[in-house]
């Protein structure tokens, strides 16, 4: 039996911009290939990240991330696709609990823009929800923006 409606809800963005005070270049190489920092860089929120296929630094790499948003422990499982030439890094989710409990497909996309004075990067969630009913993504979008500043105040202090 078919059910009506089934898979109809469609893709939508979210954006959020940081400015940041670190070298540019600096910030892009954390993103892109130096996952393994995160927990150094923002303790109270990114626990542990590991590497599931491939490696640190090449696209197609699958890693497990542990964190803990709104007091709860989740996992996120992506495949990260570095695009060197325009310094943005997408995060695909393929498995995790509770984001992926109300999204379809979940794709993070960090994007650095350097300036004369650091920066900036652009944080993009690309998102389906299982439900029309379901929330965006709200709370996973702050919690990125607090990422990104946790990890340019480390940079900066190096």
């Known amino acids: 039996m ?4 089934a898979g109809t809800c469609k893709l939508e963005t979210m954006e959020a911009e940081v400015e940041i005070k670190a070298n540019a270049d600096k910030l892009y190489k954390f ?11 923002a303790s109270d ?5 590991a590497v599931h296929e491939g490696d640190w630094e090449t696209s197609g790499s699958v890693k497990l991330w542990k964190y803990t948003i709104d007091g709860n422990v989740e996992t996120y499982k992506e495949k990260v ?16 609990s509770h984001v992926l409990d109300n999204y379809k497909s ?12 650091g920066g900036s990067v652009k944080i993009t969630l690309e998102y ?31």
Do not use: C, M, W
């Open 81 to 96: 696709e570095i695009d060197e030439a325009n310094k943005r890094v997408s995060l695909t989710g393929l498995e995790g």
């Open 31 to 41: 993103i892109s290939n130096q996952h393994y920092d995160f927990p150094k860089a």
């Open 128 to 158: 389906k929800k299982l439900n029309e009913n379901d929330p965006p993504p709200q709370k996973y979008l702050s919690f990125l923006v607090n990422v990104i500043k946790d990890v340019d105040a480390h940079l900066i202090k190096e």
């Open 45 to 49: 929120k990114i626990h542990d990240v």
């Open 2 to 5: 078919a059910v009506s409606g």
């Open 106 to 117: 979940y794709k993070i996309i960090f994007q650095v823009t350097p300036n004369s004075e």
